[in-house]
């Protein structure tokens, strides 16, 4: 598709190139050494300032042009624990790993985005690239911002983006808000007492309490909070026993809470404690629970958050920049940088037909058609709020 502000064949391979290679070679959190070297390569060869080392393995550019204000830009660069199922001709090399949630074009877009406003310096201020590590469930973005980013590279506000194959190419979706859900995991061990399956009557069978417990979780969401109130409880690991025929001692059980509201989330925590204690006393086990919030929800500012309306809407037009969507239960650890400065988080359409594979699905590939297009929006929000 044509845009008003055209990225550069050149460029354009170039993402291409960035992208395919990265893909290749997936690193999982803190462990994107290759990746990282990749990106400081690409930026050095681009005459920018390189630092490395924030969280590891990020890395961030600056790129001043002149006094006046400033803005982060921030790609996330680590992969999944899938086992690639597509065939790609640059299929991840590296079993067990994928680029299964498209950071490896996040990354290319936002080197595209770098290479072209080096080349138009068309802004007056400061632009920071921030590429983070271990988005996937390790709190990169977190560790970042504990280390100093903003204030070993200032930004007045922080912008982030992800594509959506669910959303069709050449659109756009935003509000203002809550737009991503706080993340919590959880962890319960059930202790009873082992004993030979032939006579469960001298045990505390950890199995048939960690059933009742599975199912009591689930009522806390239908049961406990307000219909119009938002969570989920998921229990998404049980492992128990070794054999046929012994009752275990003990069964864990695993999972995670999203909300949107963190009072929501103090209601549901709460509620699982109580009923872990009260199995725990109506069975004679013993039950510790384990609970960790991990991702505050992605609140958008709302100036930020029309900033990046009107930046996509320069490319695509304003019918194309869906303003009017729902929370999402997913969660983004871009929520950490939202805490501590202004600033918007968008989704880019990536889908070509109702049929393209979800995120996080071993069959999912990211769509290299919208490398121009999530490069171009960079450098339209650039000149729209460095003027």
Known sequence: ??????????????????????????????????????????????????????????????????????????????????????????????????????????TAMLLGAAAHLVRHKLFRGTVQFVFQPAEENEGGGRRMVEEGLFDKFPADAVYGMHNIPQIPRGKFAIKPGIMMAFFDVFEIVITGRGCHAASPESGIDSIVISAQLVNALQGIVSRRIGAMDAGVVSVTQIHGGDTWNVVPESVVLRG??????GAIQDRIEAAMRQICAGMAQIHGATIDFSYMRRYPGVINTATETEAA???????????????????????????????????????????????????HNPYYDFNDAILPIGAAYWVALVKQQLT
Not at 53 to 65: E, P
Not at 256 to 261: C, I, K
């Open 309 to 359: 309306v009107a930046a996509a809407a320069s490319l695509v037009g304003e019918a194309e920049v869906d303003t009017d969507i729902k929370p999402v239960m997913g969660s983004e650890d871009f929520s950490f940088m939202l805490q501590k400065r202004p600033g918007a988080y968008i989704q880019v359409g990536a889908g070509e037909g109702d049929n393209d594979p979800p995120l």
């Open 1 to 106: 598709m044509s845009l008003p502000i055209e990225i550069a064949d050149d460029i354009r391979s170039r993402m291409v190139a960035w992208r395919h290679d990265i893909h290749a070679h997936p690193e999982t959190a803190f462990e994107e050494h290759r990746t990282a070297q990749v990106i400081a390569d690409a930026l050095g060869a681009m005459d920018l300032p390189v630092h490395r080392g924030l969280a590891g393995t990020g890395v961030v550019a600056t790129l001043a042009n002149g006094p006046g204000p400033s803005i982060a830009l921030r790609a996330d660069i680590d992969a999944l624990h899938i086992q690639e199922l597509g065939n790609p001709a640059y299929k991840s090399q590296t079993p067990g790993k994928m680029h299964a949630c498209g950071h490896d074009g996040h």
């Open 256 to 261: 995670t809470v999203r909300t949107l509201d």
